[in-house]
């Protein structure tokens, strides 16, 4: 069984930064993906829109609201994988969540909420 925790979201004025944390646990036997996915405020899980992902390999692939402005990062030896956000903007404002992906099955944390706001 994997889990995953997010952490590290809250309230931050436009143009701000925040780094959001995901601690993962369990045994996972084989290649795996992160990714940071957000659901805005009034949207169905149905309309949550990937951020950023990246494959154990190192490649990367960006959304283009976060191009130039987020980092997605991992650490496979701590578990833990990292979204950066730099410059926020209001229409960010959103539950932020990661999933890990392996063999075709999708583990999700509980999200972490995100408000940018003056």
């Known amino acids: 069984q994997v889990q995953l925790v997010e952490s590290g979201g809250g309230l931050v004025q436009p143009g701000g930064s925040l780094r959001l944390s995901c601690a993962y646990s369990?045994?996972?036997?084989?290649?795996?993906?992160m990714t940071w996915y957000r659901q805005g405020p009034g949207k169905s899980r149905a309309q949550r829109e990937l951020?950023?992902?990246?494959?154990?390999?190192?490649?990367?692939r960006y959304k283009a609201f976060a191009q130039d402005r987020f980092t997605i990062s991992r650490d496979d030896a701590k578990k833990m994988a990292y979204l950066q956000m730099n410059s926020l903007r209001p229409e960010d404002t959103a539950v932020y969540l990661c999933s890990l992906r392996t063999r075709g099955f999708d583990y999700w944390g509980q999200g972490t909420q995100v408000t940018v706001s003056a």
């Open positions: 951020v950023a992902e990246m494959r154990q390999d190192g490649y990367i």
């Open positions: 369990g045994t996972i036997s084989s290649d795996y993906t």
